[in-house]
């Protein structure tokens, strides 16, 4: 079974500049989630989209975050612009609709702003 | 408001020693606690779990402990081996907030040889 796969694996940006990132969960996956960790801290959670709704986006910062998933599979994730505080590997999990409180995770897109 | 700490960002270990890792929450509402261990450029992996009904679980040489009252749980890694050494994250979950994960701060534990 193909895990969660992300791209970019590393991007560096300037402050103001735009920048996506990518994300296809495991096949099947229903839940999908997009994490910032931020150096020294747990993941935090950013958005968790059920198919291609939203459940919680309670903490994304809307001012200058988007994310869709379009299709109910891949999500991209958009920061426009980037601060510097923006710094920090961007995770995406999924997990499936049985009930499972587990959720697997990409390898991240490490974001550094300059 | 940080409702899962881990108190210990490092632990260093001899192998075949035991490694044991804390974490406490503050919020009752929690009904499902994880372990994830992080390797450097990799994603978080689940290591093990535990439900609130049960006081204990154990998979090979890895032990969640779970003190509800105490809103405390530790995971046990015996006999600690050099793979071990990572960074791992204790996580915990509620069904009536849709099962989302509430990260601690991590722990990273160092297995020498």
Redesign the interface.
Known sequence: EAG?AQSPRYKIIEKRQSVAFWCNPISGHATL?WYQQIL??????LI?FQNNGV??DSQLPKDRFSAERLKGVDSTLKIQPAKLEDSAVY?C?S?SLRGT????????TRLTVT | DQQVKQNSPSLSVQEGRISILNCDYTNSMFDYFLWYKKYPAEGPTFLISISSIKDKNEDGRFTVFLNKSAKHLSLHIVPSQPGDSAVYFCAASAKAAGNKLTFGGGTRVLVKP
């Open positions: 969660v989630y020294g801290q747990g993941p935090k959670l968790q459940v919680d995770l999990a997990s409180y587990e959720q697997y995770f990409g390898p991240g």
